[in-house]
């Protein structure tokens, strides 16, 4: 089966912009994670949203924000884009937000902002 | 909030010297799972454990789950340039997010 997808895989902003990532999970997955990634800091939780609700939070700014549709489908948002913005940002996907389950990462999107 | 830290932050080996990466909880753990990410690549499951003391293999790969179910350790015997990548650990915390410790990433001279 199709794996976990993200829209686009490369993007390039201006500061102060709006940017809109999409992430589409595996067929029946019904979790999905945001994570951060930039070098030297590993992978920074965003949220986590299961069945169209976000489960949790991670430590960043109002700036991020997320929602999931009812096919699972997530997009997460980021307004005023700042330089530091810039980073890999990865999907992951489960079948149910269990602690036993593992995570399926998209190839991520990769965010520029100039 | 749980933080889990990982060492060392890089390694650099000749092919066929052994590996070893090391992640440490500040909290106790419920399970701990290992990722790898190849360069370019994105993190891809590797294993999961769950019991305290738990010893799993995969081929030249040891996982280690501490008997406190705080720590843990991967580590790789003679390793081979396919092993290069970022090993990261993640444990849940009490809210159930994945929390990912900062990766090890391993080069290997061949």
């Known amino acids: 089966k199709a794996g976990v997808t993200q829209t686009p895989r490369y993007l390039i902003k201006t500061r102060g912009q709006q940017v809109t990532l999409s992430c589409s999970p595996i067929s029946g997955h019904r979790s999905v994670s945001w994570y951060q990634q930039t070098p030297g800091q590993g992978l920074q939780f965003l949220f986590e949203?299961?069945?169209?609700?976000?489960?949790n939070k991670g430590n960043f700014p109002g700036r991020f924000s997320g929602r999931q549709f009812s096919n699972s489908r997530s997009e997460m948002n980021v307004s005023t884009l700042e330089l530091g913005d810039s980073a890999l940002y990865l999907c992951a996907s489960s079948l149910v937000a269990d602690m036993n389950t593992e995570a399926f990462f998209g190839q991520g999107t990769r965010l520029t902002v100039v | 909030g749980q933080q889990v830290m990982q060492i060392p932050q890089y390694q650099h080996v000749q092919e066929g010297e052994d590996f070893t990466t090391y992640c440490n909880s500040s909290t106790t753990l419920s399970n701990i799972q290992w990722y790898k990410q190849r360069p370019g690549g994105h993190p891809v499951f590797l294993i999961q454990l769950v019991k305290s003391g738990e010893v799993k293999k995969q081929k030249r790969l040891t996982f280690q789950f501490g008997e406190a179910k705080k720590n843990s350790s991967l580590h790789i015997t003679a390793t081979q340039t396919t092993d290069v990548g970022t090993y990261f650990c993640?444990?849940?915390?009490?809210?159930?997010?994945?929390?990912f410790g900062q990766g090890t990433r391993l080069t290997i001279n061949p």
């Open positions: 993640a444990g849940r915390d009490g809210a159930q997010k994945l929390v």
């Open positions: 949203y299961f069945s169209e609700t976000q489960r």
